[in-house]
C-alpha cells in the first residue's frame, strides 16, 4: 500500500508539474550577401522577412516566404563551401562577404565579387541570378513606412534641379517675405500672405506624408522637390521627376504646373 502511495504522490507530481519544456528553436535559416559592410546588401530569411539595399533610395525590406528562401538558397548552393574567390593575381581585395546560417550556425564566406576575369564572371552567375531576384521581390513586395505629416508647416519651398544644379527655388513663408532665385544668379523678394500660403499648401496636401513613386523611363529630365517646413520639426519632403510616367506622375506634375502659375502670379503683380 505505502508503495501505491508513493507511485500515486510521484504521477500527482508530474502532472502538477505539466509537460517538458520544449527545446529553443534555433533561429531560421539566413543568407546574407554583402557588397559593402551597411551601405549595399542583401538578406533573406526562411520564411521570414528579405531585404535589399543598393543605396538610401533603394533599400526594401519585404515578407518572403519558405519557397521564397529555397529559391534562392538553390542559386547561392555552389558558394557555401568556399564563397566567391578572385582567381586574378593582381586583385586588389574588397570588403565584401557571405553569411550562410543553418541550424542556429553561421559561417562566413569571402565575396571578392570587384573580379573581372572570365573565370569569375562564369562562377558569380548564379549569385547575379539571386542578385536580381531578391531586387525584383523587393521592388514587388515593399511597403514605404508613412512618412510623418507636419501640423503647421510655416514654409513650402519648391526646387527645380537639371544635372545636379538648381534651376530655381521658391521660398514661400506662411505670411512675410517670399524669395524667388534661379541658376544665373537673379533673384527677387515679394509679399504673401497666409491665405496665399494656404492656397498653395492645398494643391499639394493630398501628398503630405505620402511618398512620391514612378517607374523612372526618361533619364535625361528636370526633376526637384515640394519640402513642407515647420520650426521645431524635422523637413518632409516630395521628390519629383520628370522621368516618371507611372503611378501618381501625371498628377504630381499638374498640381506643379498650377503652384508655378501661382508664384509667377504673386512675384509679379
Not at 151 to 160: A, H, V
Request: proline share 7%; with cysteine.
Amino acid at each position: 500500500m505505502r508503495k501505491l502511495l508513493l507511485g500515486f504522490a510521484a504521477l500527482a507530481s508530474l502532472l502538477a508539474a505539466g509537460p517538458p519544456a520544449a527545446a529553443q528553436e534555433p533561429p531560421p535559416d539566413r543568407i546574407e550577401v554583402v557588397y559593402h559592410p551597411d551601405s549595399m546588401f542583401w538578406s533573406i530569411e526562411d520564411g521570414g522577412t528579405g531585404r535589399f539595399r543598393t543605396s538610401e533610395r533603394e533599400d526594401y525590406t519585404f515578407s518572403v516566404t519558405r519557397e521564397d528562401y529555397r529559391r534562392i538558397a538553390r542559386l547561392m548552393r555552389p558558394y557555401r563551401e568556399e564563397g566567391l574567390r578572385c582567381d586574378d593575381p593582381d586583385y586588389l581585395g574588397s570588403n565584401g562577404y557571405l553569411v550562410f546560417r543553418e541550424d542556429g550556425v553561421e559561417n562566413r564566406r569571402p565575396h571578392e565579387g570587384l573580379c573581372y576575369t572570365d573565370a569569375a564572371r562564369a562562377a558569380g552567375r548564379s549569385l547575379s541570378r539571386a542578385y536580381y531576384a531578391m531586387e525584383e521581390m523587393g521592388e514587388a513586395r515593399h511597403v514605404p513606412p508613412p512618412l510623418p505629416v507636419l501640423p503647421d508647416p510655416d514654409r513650402l519651398t519648391f526646387t527645380s534641379l537639371y544635372w545636379g544644379r538648381t534651376v530655381q527655388e521658391w521660398s514661400i513663408p506662411r505670411g512675410g517675405e517670399g524669395r524667388w532665385s534661379q541658376a544665373d544668379g537673379r533673384s527677387e523678394v515679394f509679399a504673401v500672405s497666409e491665405a496665399e500660403f494656404d492656397r498653395l499648401r492645398e494643391l499639394f496636401r493630398p501628398y503630405e506624408g505620402v511618398p512620391f513613386e514612378c517607374e523612372r523611363v526618361i533619364a535625361d529630365g528636370p526633376y526637384g522637390t515640394v519640402t513642407w517646413s515647420q520650426e521645431g520639426h524635422e523637413d518632409q519632403q516630395l521628390r519629383w521627376d520628370a522621368g516618371c510616367v507611372t503611378g501618381d506622375a501625371a498628377d504630381v506634375f499638374r498640381r506643379w504646373d498650377e503652384a508655378e502659375a501661382m508664384l509667377k502670379e504673386l512675384r509679379d503683380r
